[in-house]
Structures are given as C-alpha cells and as structure tokens.
C-alpha cells in the first residue's frame, strides 16, 4: 500500500505540471515486484507513465522499462537541441557524441574545464572538445556550489546507472542497443 500511495502522490504531482488531470490519469500499475523497492523506481515509474499519457503512447511496465523510456526522452532532447541549430540554437553536439559524454560525465563526476577538455581529447568523440563541453553544459549545468564546472553528471544518480548499463554490451534490452565504444572508453578512461 505505501508504494501505491507514493506513485499516486509522484503521479499527481507530475500530472500537474503537465497539465493532466481526472480521466487522463493513469491508474496505479502493480508495484509488487522487488524492482520497486527503491523510492525511485517508483517516482521514475510514474513520471514515465505521466509523460506517457501526455503523448498518447504506450507506458512502460516495468521499472526497467521506465528507465529506458526516461533515457529515450534525454535523447530525444538531444536530438532536438541539436536539430534546432537551424533555428538559430547554438547547440552543435551531435545525439551520438552527447551519449558518450554523459556515459563519461556519470563515470567521472564533474571536473574542472581543463580537466574535463583533456578527458574527451583523450576519447576523441568527433567533434571538438570545448563544443562538446560547452552544450553538455546546456543540457547539464554545474551546481552552483561547485569549482567543477564542466560534465556535470545527470541525475538521479540511479537514471545513470541504468544509462551506462544500457551503454555497455551484455544487456537483455533489445530495444537499446549498447554502444561498442563504451567498453574501450572504460579502459581508456
């Protein structure tokens, strides 16, 4: 009953801001399995589900699932920041280049500038690494707290972990296919 509770509170604070209510919300999925154990699994499953409703697609039914829909939404962000540099956007980092920053942002952590430029020379992603560095800024801001001003991870940091899961080979998720350069960035990072 607690994990029931919890998505609906997620669920209806989530609907909110998406302008959802009444019959375009969703009915609470069964949170029985292990996998929703953790008090994220069971926010992420309901933003998943709110965004989901909000696009007329079908929900994730799993927690895995919900990771992977949430990851297919940053890229599409991605994508679309980068697609908009016709509009006058100044974003240049292709979808492709952006993943492989943030697998190397989640394994790094935020670093200082230089730092984080000699990291992504040392990987060559294609394009340069001061453009890469400046729209992985965009897209992931440095805490305001913070001296490390360049690949600030995305969080939660849990959402990270399944995205370099779902980077590596060896997963089960045919839907996401794992980017072979990811094992040797382990290696040379």
């Not at 302008?19 to 069964?30: I, M």
């Not at 069971?42 to 989901?52: E, F, H, T």
């Not at 440095?142 to 590596?168: G, H, I, M």
Request: hydrophobic letters at 45%; charged letters at 25%; glycine letters at 8%.
């Amino acid at each position: 009953d607690e994990r029931e509770r919890m998505f609906a509170v997620a669920r209806d604070c989530f609907a909110a801001l998406y302008g959802l209510s009444g019959a375009d919300l969703p009915a609470v999925p069964s949170l029985h399995r292990n996998e929703f154990g953790l008090i994220l699994a069971v926010q992420a499953a309901a933003l998943a589900r709110i965004d989901a409703a909000a696009r007329g697609v079908r929900p994730p039914q799993d927690s895995l699932g919900a990771s992977a829909y949430l990851l297919d939404r940053e890229r599409q962000h991605w994508t679309r920041l980068f697609e908009g540099r016709t509009e006058g956007v100044e974003f240049d980092t292709r979808p492709g280049e952006m993943a492989r920053a943030v697998f190397v942002a989640a394994l790094t952590g935020a670093t200082g500038y230089q730092d984080g430029r000699r990291i992504l020379e040392g990987l060559h992603l294609g394009s340069p690494p001061d453009r890469i560095l400046r729209d992985h800024a965009i897209c992931y801001p440095a805490a305001a707290s913070s001296d490390a001003v360049a690949l600030e991870p995305f969080y939660p940091d849990r959402l990270a972990e399944d995205f370099l899961a779902l980077s590596l080979p060896g997963h089960q998720l045919t839907t996401h296919a794992a980017d072979p350069w990811a094992s040797s960035a382990l290696a040379r990072l």
